[in-house]
C-alpha cells in the first residue's frame, strides 16, 4: 500500500525556518517525481514545488522560490522541504504528493495527509 | 502562468440526480486535465486524468470530457460520499501546475 506521512509544521514566527519531511512507503520512491502542495485554511490547492526522481529537475512556485528548498534521500525514501524567511501567507497545510501513471506525468496520483503549517508572532 | 477557472462556486444537488461541473483554462491545455475531489479535513483524491480516463479504483458514475479550454466533471447519480470540494489541474505548461479554484458539491 502506497503511503506518504508528512511530519515538521507546527507553530513559527515570521521570518522563521522549518523542514518538512514526507516519509515514503509501498513503492520504488526513487522511480517517481515528488511535489510538495499548499492549502492555506478555507482555500484551493496551490503547486509549491517540483523534484525529479533523482534531483536532477527542480522547479518552484514564484511565490516560494528563493526562500524553499526541495529535497530528496532515495536511500531513506524521503522528500524535504527546508522553508525559510517564512511569512504570513506561507501558513497552510502542505502535502507531498506523487506524480503517478508514467515518467513526469504531472498526475498527482498518491498525497499524505498534510502537515500544518503557522506563521504567526 | 495557465489560469483555470471553474464553475460554479457551488453546486447544490439532491442525492441520486446527476452533477455537471465545469472546468475552463486561460489557454489550451490539450487533455493534460485532471480532476480530485477532497473531503474536510482529507487529503485531495485523484479522479481523473487525461480529461476523461478514471484513476484506479474510481467509481464509473464519475466521468470526465473536453479538451483544449473546456472541461466537464459529471457525476451520473450522486451518492453521499460524493459531497466534497472539486478541483480541476492542468499539467500541460508546467511550472507551475495550476489548480482551478474548486467547486464545492453540497447536498440540496
Known amino acids: 500500500e502506497v503511503q506518504l506521512v508528512e511530519s515538521g509544521g507546527g507553530l513559527v514566527q515570521p521570518g522563521g525556518s522549518l523542514r518538512l519531511s514526507c516519509a515514503a512507503s509501498?513503492?520504488?520512491?526513487?522511480?517517481?517525481?515528488m511535489n510538495w502542495v499548499r492549502q492555506a485554511p478555507g482555500k484551493g490547492l496551490e503547486w509549491v514545488s517540483y523534484?525529479?526522481?533523482?534531483?536532477?529537475?527542480?522547479y518552484y512556485a514564484d511565490s516560494v522560490k528563493g526562500r524553499f528548498t526541495i529535497s530528496r534521500d532515495n536511500a531513506k525514501n524521503s522528500l524535504y522541504l527546508q522553508m525559510n524567511s517564512l511569512r504570513d501567507d506561507d501558513t497552510a497545510v502542505y502535502y507531498c504528493a506523487r506524480e503517478g501513471y508514467g515518467g513526469n506525468s504531472g498526475i498527482f496520483d498518491y498525497w499524505g495527509q498534510g502537515t500544518l503549517v503557522t506563521v504567526s508572532s | 502562468e495557465i489560469v483555470m477557472t471553474q464553475s460554479p462556486a457551488t453546486l447544490s444537488v439532491s442525492p441520486g440526480e446527476r452533477a455537471t461541473l465545469s472546468c475552463r483554462a486561460s489557454q489550451s491545455v490539450s487533455s493534460n486535465l485532471a480532476w480530485y475531489h477532497q473531503k474536510p479535513g482529507q487529503a485531495p483524491r485523484l479522479l481523473i486524468y487525461g480529461a476523461s480516463t478514471r484513476a484506479t479504483g474510481i467509481p464509473a458514475r464519475f466521468s470526465g470530457s473536453g479538451s483544449g479550454t473546456e472541461f466537464t466533471l459529471t457525476i451520473s447519480s450522486l451518492q453521499s460520499e460524493d459531497f466534497a470540494v472539486y478541483y480541476c489541474q492542468q499539467y500541460n505548461n508546467w511550472p507551475p501546475y495550476t489548480f482551478g479554484q474548486g467547486t464545492k458539491l453540497e447536498i440540496k
Open positions: 509501498g513503492f520504488t520512491f526513487s522511480s517517481y517525481s
Open positions: 523534484i525529479s526522481s533523482g534531483s536532477s529537475t527542480i
